[in-house]
């Protein structure tokens, strides 16, 4: 049954609802399969220049939608000023929930919002909107000049961030955020007590007896949310089996999980289970990091965001610090990469009614001055180039250090965004070999089991990364 | 005559009718519809399937382990919150000293009648938020807390409650642990329920078993549970549905929606990451109209096991 000749019996009948008519369901049920009303298009039929690359035009309106996150919407509202000051004659409706999902999902086929900041636990999944072609390519964006710097948007990104928003080859998705991932210690602590911070996990076994002798777990995790765990795995898997392997494990490729250094670099973890070195409880995010605020664990692994999550309950004299994921030691791959990216995405719907004030806000949000307050607000990098150099924050400047020693490469995976499938069972894997019900073994076998399952899965469209 | 009175009952049924069509009906005709279809719900694009959706449903192992849960509730949910809620109820109207008043419930039996009420007025995320802190997998539980310190639970190994997988006879914990919380928060109203029935069984009856030297245990069972039969077997009906669905409890209260690692999967939740998560719309609905065709054949299996004839008093 095709969509577009019941279109316009549906309109009619819609109307005829209005009018109070009985015959509507009766005869509705004919077109049960078809598509919703498309929306109307605002025509942006303003002149396209220099200042204006998307031809807003003047007098309409664009509705945004920010996800309150551990981020806060506050820095959405300063972006809203900047974009106000340059264009006041455009109407901006802000508004920001927790549950983009819910709300949004059931208007992407008809009429979204214009610009859909999809975060959170309840954030639509990315491969499902770019295979339904209901998200809008922003190679324009990209491409047009900067909002307040010399040259194109995309030259003042920072590295990784047109790749993390790449889809099929094309860019999709602006991540505002820019995350760094790591091992978070108190600085303060472990001076007092002249413990260095491991940079592999031999270093970290021969810590974690002093560690427990001062009567503190030497590591805690989030036990409830299975991606947690999974960022600390796959960046060990990383610097062990190098970032080819990745690749392969994100392409489907045959026996990927069995490459050589991913069995080990799970291993590490397991004997971290074993011997014990957890917080005893199965604590879900925030009750993790307030154990390890609290001084019950020496380490626990997590992004950038952890300060501004945290803000409210940090004991004085804590003094946060990030070091990198321990490595295995001399025969990784990769021991030095940084797992680090830019996260929290927004969207532009394909049926958005002005995709091209849409698109201007973005430019706002990804502008020298809106990152910088976005910095400031929330202690987390933002995308754009020398956003956080101006902020003051011990927190924050562990980040900027660990960055700026990075090599070139940066630790990045895909197959979670790609596959919903595998994001579950490795989501559900990486929690069960924390909680030493499975082995490593047992957690490569299972996840080429479920990678193999998705590739032979001819109802789910392939995705493949080359870099 | 008659003409006027149709028209004058077509004038007031025309809009609720209209408005229960389109608000109710019209979406279960739309399910049905995408069912068939291949539909990934976020476009308006879609091409006819046929039953492909359904022959998948048979082979699909999560869909079975899900089902199973479902049964599992909807075994234990009514069994559980039912016998509760009659125990309950009877030692509140006729379980207490029968005296020169006649047949009364046991002392206080007011004040208890509100506290067992209480959870049925908590919305689900303030009952959500409460358990999550009674089931607290630390020192810092209610329930870890507690029996760590009288020494019943070791601090280096505390109950995992919702977290935890390992069966036990034969199910995940977890499932008996969110079990707890269904009938919790269900036995309050049915005791409600009970209760009005059994005011309405006349006092003389259960003065004429007392004369006739019946003790409790016999009056329950021999008297009020006969004269209830209506009672309870609407209660089982509407119990059976709410043990189908559970899905509220499974998304706030597990790992992952239906974890740890699939362990309280149930329908609901394989169907949420299908359409959502998976984005297969079609093969989700197909899921939810196998679900609605079994709820409706199980309250037409149960009604008619339990029909019997009805006692005027």
């Known amino acids: 049954m095709s969509a577009t000749p019941d279109l316009n019996r549906r309109a009619l009948l819609r109307r005829a609802a209005a009018a109070g008519l009985l015959t509507i369901p009766a005869a509705g049920l004919l077109s049960a399969c078809a598509g919703s009303e498309p929306a109307q298009e605002q025509s942006s039929d303003a002149e396209k220049s220099k200042d204006n690359p998307f031809g807003v035009r003047d007098g309409s309106s664009v509705r945004v939608v920010i996800f309150n996150g551990g981020l806060g919407d506050q820095w959405a509202k300063e972006d809203e000023a900047i974009f106000k000051a340059k264009r006041p004659n455009v109407t901006v409706n802000m508004s920001s929930t927790q549950k983009i999902k819910t709300e949004e999902q059931p208007k992407m086929a008809t009429r979204p919002s214009d610009v859909v900041m999809n975060s959170g636990a309840d954030l639509m999944d990315i491969s499902t909107l770019v295979n339904e072609g209901a998200i809008e390519p922003l190679e324009d964006l990209l491409a047009a000049p900067a909002w307040d710097s010399e040259g194109t948007v995309a030259d003042t990104l920072l590295p990784g961030t047109v790749n993390d928003g790449t889809y099929q080859g094309k860019f999709y998705v602006v991540n505002v955020a820019y995350t760094v991932w790591g091992n978070w210690y108190n600085a303060a602590l472990f001076e007092k007590e002249g413990w260095q911070p491991p940079k592999t996990f031999d270093e970290f076994f021969a810590l974690a007896p002093k560690i427990k002798a001062r009567g503190m777990a030497p590591y805690v995790y989030d036990a409830v949310h299975g991606y947690y765990p999974r960022w600390a795995l796959m960046a060990t898997i990383w610097k062990s089996a190098g970032r080819q392997a990745v690749i392969d494990i994100d392409n489907l490729k045959e026996n990927a999980w069995k490459a050589d250094g991913v069995l080990p670099a799970l291993e590490a973890w397991e004997k971290l289970v074993k011997d014990k070195l957890l917080l005893p409880g199965q604590l879900d995010h925030t009750q993790s990091q307030q154990a390890w605020l609290d001084g019950k664990a020496a380490f626990i692994q997590v992004g950038t965001w952890l300060k501004n999550e945290m803000a409210e309950t940090i004991p004085p004299g804590f003094e946060m610090k990030l070091s990198d994921y321990w490595s295995l030691g001399a025969g990784d791959k990769a021991p030095n990469d940084v797992y680090a990216g830019a996260g929290e995405g927004i969207v532009v719907p394909s049926k958005a009614p002005n995709k091209a004030a849409a698109k201007e806000f973005l430019r706002a949000v990804l502008s020298k001055e809106g990152s910088a307050r976005f910095a400031e607000l929330t202690t987390s990098l933002a995308s754009t180039r020398g956003s956080g150099d101006n902020v003051q924050d011990s927190a924050l400047a562990s980040a900027n250090e660990l960055m700026s020693n990075a090599p070139q490469d940066l630790v990045s995976v895909k197959f979670w965004n790609f596959y919903a499938d595998l994001d579950k069972e490795s989501q559900n894997l990486s929690a069960e070999l924390m909680a030493g019900r499975l082995t490593a073994q047992q957690f490569v076998d299972g996840m080429q089991g479920a990678a193999n399952k998705v590739a032979s899965d001819s109802s789910i469209k392939k995705q493949t990364r080359s870099a | ?313």
């Open chain 2, 1 to 313: 005559m008659r003409h006027g009175v149709a028209r004058f009952v077509t004038g007031f049924l025309a809009l609720p009718v209209a408005l229960y069509l389109f608000y109710v009906i019209w979406p279960f005709a739309q399910a049905a519809g995408y069912s068939v279809t291949d539909w990934g719900g976020y476009s308006d694009r879609q091409q006819f399937v046929g039953l492909e959706n359904y022959i998948r449903l048979f082979s699909d192992e999560l869909i079975r382990k899900a089902f199973w849960h479902n049964v599992f509730f909807l075994v234990t949910v009514p069994l559980f919150t039912i016998a509760l809620a009659l125990f309950l109820a009877f030692l509140l109207n006729v379980g207490g000293r029968e005296d020169r008043a006649g047949i009364r419930g046991v002392f206080g039996s007011g004040l208890y009648k509100v506290i067992f009420f209480f959870p049925q007025v908590l919305s689900l995320v303030v009952v959500a938020v409460m358990w999550q802190q009674i089931y607290r997998a630390d020192e810092l539980g209610l329930i870890n807390g507690v029996l760590m310190k009288i020494g019943l639970v070791d601090p280096e190994n505390p109950i995992a409650f919702t977290n935890d997988p390992e069966p036990f006879l034969g199910v995940p914990a977890v499932l008996w642990w969110l079990l707890l919380i269904a009938v919790w928060s269900g036995a309050g109203f049915y005791m409600v329920l009970f209760s009005a029935a059994m005011q309405s069984i006349p006092k003389d009856v259960f003065e004429a078993a007392i004369l006739d030297g019946a003790g409790r245990f016999h009056t329950f069972f021999r008297v009020t549970l006969p004269l209830l039969r209506d009672t309870v077997s609407v209660a089982w009906i509407y119990l059976g549905f709410i043990a189908l669905d559970m899905y509220a409890l499974v998304f706030v209260m597990t790992p992952s929606q239906g974890g740890p690692n699939h362990a309280s999967e149930i329908f609901a939740s394989v169907l949420n990451f299908t359409a959502f998560q998976k984005g297969q719309f079609g093969y989700a609905c197909a899921m939810g109209v196998a679900l609605a065709i079994f709820t409706i054949l199980l309250a037409a299996a149960q009604l008619r096991i339990t029909r019997r004839e009805r006692i005027e008093y």
